[in-house]
């Protein structure tokens, strides 16, 4: 059964309330909670990215799930580190899990963003039955990002971002969003993102590139659906991942929660919607 948070253990300003949830290896992973009814959605940010990056869900569906964010560590207001010293799409994974315990979550949709698609597979892997639903927003089909890349490739993608960080985040970020993204967010995303740890940055970059999707991808039994960018579907190398249901989205980039959440916030209603798996 799930649980209600105890007042003691929350910080809340209006309609949000935030805890602290330790990971298994003593990270710290700060969590921001909307709603207090319904089944709990949980929404995992992309690389370098946080909490910030569901603001537009967060007050939208908190009349009828409870909403959660979480800042991953190395990302957001985390600590640049993580105890272990390590990263890994697994570890991630745990954390998600850790967060979901934490709430006595037994009734969860996962929805991963970018790389907080494959943390998203990982966390479901280990909520098994607990977990009723996978959403991935523009993840999951991309082959540049979710098969194992060799280690040449790896060094070199690293390289990229090592001698600029900054300029580099910022200029991919350019590519990546719609043409009809406001530039305001645009900048927003891209100094966001560069204002994480260069150097965790990178060794989660090096993480997510060593990661391959389709051996896990087969032990997956949870149903999966991708909100992806139309855009990117058509500039990029997808792999065909067997029983997922792909939705394309005009009119945005990699970023469609925020590129235009109305229609995104549509769609994402329609699919939290839907029967759970018998």
Known sequence: MSRTLSADRLSATGKFASIVVTADDGASIPVTVSGDAGPFVILVHGWSCGQAFWREQMTAFAGAYRMVTLDLPGHGS???????????????????????????????????????GAVAIEAALRLRSRCRLLVGVDTFTEAAFYTARPADEIRA?????????????????????????????????GEA??????????????????????????????????????????????????????????????????????????????????????
């Open 193 to 278: 993102m560069a204002a994480n740890d260069s150097n965790a940055a990178l060794g989660v970059l090096e993480a997510l590139l060593a990661w391959d999707i389709a051996p896990r991808w087969r032990e997956l039994t949870t149903p999966a659906v991708a909100l992806n960018s139309a855009m990117l579907a058509r500039r990029n190398e997808l792999i065909d991942l067997e029983g997922l249901d792909v939705v394309l989205m005009e009119g945005v980039g990699h970023f469609p929660m925020l590129e235009d959440p109305s229609a995104f916030n549509a769609l994402l209603a329609d699919v939290l919607a839907r029967p759970a798996a018998g």
């Open 78 to 116: 985390a600590a640049p580190q993580r105890p272990s010293g390590r990263w890994s799409m697994g570890e991630f994974g745990a954390d998600v899990v850790a967060v979901a315990d934490d709430l006595g979550a037994e009734d969860v949709v996962l929805v991963g963003h970018s790389m907080g």
């Open 157 to 189: 993608r690293r390289a990229a971002f090592e001698g600029d960080f900054s300029g580099t985040m910022e200029g991919m970020i350019g590519a990546i969003t719609g043409a009809a993204a406001d530039q305001g967010l645009v900048r927003w995303i």
